[in-house]
């Protein structure tokens, strides 16, 4: 089944473009914002269409050449090919779309700190074919596009990544598929490849003879984690402040957006607040944006160490953190602990909806919610506004230009116990 003259209204956080036939609203492979085309329905849903775009008939009048010439295969970027001004539009109606269907807040506008466009991430992970060529998914597919550059990557990583592959390709060819995939982080100094092989110890001692005087700092992933040559974490600055980054903690991955982003939070929390950072890991953004007085938890043990030795670095005197899940906290913790504020950053897929309650019994005063997921933000501002709490501030950084993806930066207090 066909539809002519589909005008595309919206992108979804994974990049499909959205438009309405006369029956139901659908969800376009490959559309562009702001186009008329010819699409083809893939599937039926009870309310929706899936579908694909068969040919543009009108062009959009946002769209511009993409810089990439990786763009129309690989999955990493899904709106390069849209001019940035009308990007932050479409991540503004993400974010008041999502608090719309979600919350009781029908917000006209939201504030979004604009980012570089290009060259921004520390951090990329790539495939790594059986042959030890790098590559990303193909849009839609689990199928392979085989890069030499990443124009999302600091210029460092990007001017390495061929004496990368030169590295995966002679271990593949000794150990054929014995690396599945690898991480490439930077602090814009350092470069860090971290390895995750294939259930397969037997390249281990190759890579350690080999590699153990590499210029990169390289690490095996798995189990057990085996530094190879360097360091096995990297340092960075934030807000005056030194963090310890060890091979698979999570860091964001905008160097250019990151001050913004906790500078943003710290305005919001203010200033002698005893916390509790939940999600903690390393503890960058409760250091970054509360400074001392912190109780962190972490199930990444791993994260806790560095987190500690975090804290001693820049000298916190109040500070413990613990490795345990999220769901440990109750309000018992929260009181004991005499916490004014929580700040969190969950993964994905928002808070756990028991944890909300624990905290509304608890009755904290408020919370810092950053979150890369408007959909499970405004989830859970409706799940803590069931426990007496209201949305009062919110704002948005994008750290993830010429893709769907933008992080918001939330305050919600207690009105009522």
Known sequence: MKYND???RDILIDGRGVGETPDKVAFIEDAVYGEVCEIEIIEEKKNFYNAKKIKTIKESPVQTQAPCPYFYECGACTIMDIKYENQIQIKKNLILSALAKSTSYKLEDIEIIPSKELRYRNKIRLQVEKDGRLAYNKSYSNDLVYIKDCLLVRENIGENLGKIEEITKDISEKFKGAIKEITVRTNGTDIMLNLDLDNNNEPIAYIKEKYSSS???INII??????????????Y?????????????FYQVNDFQIENLYGQAKKLLGSGKKVLDL?????????????????????????????KINA???DLKDFKFIAKNAKYIDEKFIKKEKIDSLIVDPPRAGLDKDLIKSIGKSGLKEIIYISCNPQTLARDINRFEKEGYKLEKIKAVDMFPQTMHVECIALIQRVKS
Not at 237 to 249: E, L, Y
Not at 279 to 303: F, H, P, Q
């Open 237 to 249: 600055k934030i807000c005056d402040k030194t963090f310890r980054i060890s091979g698979n903690d």
């Open 279 to 307: 999600y903690c890991g390393s503890a960058t953004s409760s250091i970054a944006i509360n400074g001392d007085r912190l109780v962190g938890v972490e199930i990444n043990k791993n994260a806790i160490q560095d987190a």
């Open 222 to 235: 798995g189990k057990e984690n085996i530094n190879i040559s360097g360091k096995d974490f990297l340092e």
């Open 6 to 8: 589909i005008y595309i």
């Open 312 to 314: 001693e670095i820049n």
């Open 215 to 217: 210029k990169f700092f």
